[in-house]
C-alpha cells in the first residue's frame, strides 16, 4: 500500500519555512554526492517529500525513519507527522525532515527509509550515493 499516488523526494542542506506558507530549499543536491574527503560531516543534511494524492486510509500520525548506510550501522528515530489542514480529505502533504549532523563514514549507497510506525514495510525509500573524486 503506497502513502500516495506521487511521491517527490528533494535533498538539501537546509528548509526554511517563509512567511505565507511557503518552503525554501536550500542548497539542493542530487542523488549523487561527491565529497572532497570521506568520512566527511554535513552540519545538516534535509530530506523534503512533496507528496500528492495522499492516501487517506493509512494516513499516519507517526512516522519511523531508517537511515542505513554502509559502514554503520542502521539509525532509526522517530518522527509526528501533523497532517494537513485542508478542507475536507487531504489531497497533499509535505515532510520536512533534518538530520543533524549527518556523518559519511564510507562511500556508496546510503538509503533512507521512510515507515509507518509499526509497520515494516518502507512507503518511501529514497537512495543517494557519497563518493569522492
Avoid: W, Y
Wanted: proline share 8%.
Amino acid at each position: 500500500m503506497t502513502l500516495a499516488k506521487k511521491t517527490i523526494i528533494i535533498l538539501c542542506e537546509d528548509i526554511r519555512k517563509e512567511i505565507g506558507n511557503r518552503v525554501s530549499l536550500i542548497g539542493i543536491l542530487d542523488d549523487d554526492i561527491v565529497l572532497p574527503a570521506i568520512p566527511h560531516i554535513f552540519p545538516k543534511l534535509c530530506l523534503f517529500a512533496m507528496l500528492k494524492d495522499v492516501n487517506n486510509k493509512i494516513l499516519p500520525t507517526n512516522l519511523d525513519i531508517q537511515i542505513v548506510s554502509p559502514g554503520t550501522e542502521p539509525v532509526k528515530l522517530g518522527i509526528g507527522f501533523a497532517p494537513p489542514k485542508q478542507k475536507g480529505k487531504p489531497k497533499n502533504a509535505t515532510i520536512g525532515i533534518e538530520f543533524s549532523p549527518f556523518q559519511v563514514q564510507c562511500a556508496g549507497e546510503t538509503r533512507i527509509e521512510i515507515r509507518i510506525s509499526g509497520q515494516e514495510k518502507p512507503v518511501i525509500t529514497h537512495k543517494v550515493s557519497f563518493k569522492t573524486k
